[in-house]
């Protein structure tokens, strides 16, 4: 496999890469150079800046994809063109028709293509998702992901997070329902096992930045399951490790509820 950004996520995903037996990272490749090179002393493998020029010199299988978002379409294109895999980082594509043409290039291609969907993947959704399934909770009614901060305003200027915020609430990733929403749409179509009908949502900026930090989006599902996401921060109130007041998913059935009280960090 060959590792496109080595960035935060890129370099958690290389550390995952270098301890999953039986894959072998045959090459690193990103844009800035010390990014590169970082990769490349800890992979002890090839770093390239360029992602097309490691795709024809390398033999590989699949890509990996971690990038940032607006270059996740034209990458996985090219990955395509040389018949190669890809494992991609959410959200698939900034644009719903972009995702659509690459799910049809991949299936045309018969190649694997893979959102990294972790939360499928935590212990606690496994267990709501088979509980659910065995109808322990009798018809699923209702899903909610509640999510509040306490974060009173951005990051010193040049600090590490203040560079992660900076690219998350900007054009890239477009704020909150972009970075963090795309995990908990995917859970309520996972544990509902249904597909969305309407969404309803609205957004708000504490913090300046021009795309939400902010958001609350409510959902009608296929068959009739109904979802509530609420995500964002409530201004000066902290209370718990990186204020964090309150994050819990809840599913409610005629004959029960599921609560995961989700703690920080853990």
């Given at each position: ?117 972790t939360y ?56 909150i329902l ?83 009280k989700i703690?920080?960090?853990?």
């Amino acid at each position: 496999i060959g590792l496109i950004g080595c960035g935060a996520a890129g370099m958690s995903h290389l550390k995952a890469m270098l301890d999953t037996p039986g894959l072998k990272v045959a090459a690193v490749c990103d844009r800035h150079r010390p990014f590169v090179d970082r990769a490349t002393e800890l992979a002890a493998a090839p770093g390239y800046l360029d992602a097309e020029v490691m795709m024809k010199r390398e033999k590989l299988d699949a890509v990996a994809v971690i990038a940032t978002a607006h270059a996740h379409y034209p990458l996985a294109r090219l990955a395509a063109k040389h018949d190669l895999h890809v494992l991609i980082e959410k959200p698939l594509t900034l644009r719903a028709a972009e995702g659509q043409r690459l799910v049809e290039l991949f299936a045309r291609r018969r190649l694997l293509l893979a959102v990294t969907y972790t939360y499928r993947y935590i212990e606690e959704t496994r267990r709501m998702h088979d509980l659910i399934r065995k109808g322990r909770i009798g018809r699923l009614v209702e899903l909610r992901h509640i999510s509040w901060g306490g974060f009173p305003a951005p990051y010193p200027a040049g600090t590490d997070q203040r560079v992660k915020w900076d690219a998350m609430f900007g054009p890239g990733i477009r704020g909150i329902l972009f970075d963090c929403g795309v995990h908990t749409f995917d859970l309520f179509r996972w544990l509902s096992g249904e597909e969305y009908v309407k969404f309803l949502g609205m957004g708000a900026r504490h913090m300046g930045y021009a795309f939400p930090d902010s958001g609350a989006v409510l959902c009608e599902m296929t068959g009739g399951v109904r979802c509530l996401y609420d995500h964002g921060p409530l201004p000066y109130f902290l209370d718990g490790q990186d204020g964090i007041s309150l994050s819990m998913m809840a599913a409610a059935g005629e004959r029960g509820s599921l609560v995961w009280k989700i703690v920080a960090g853990k």
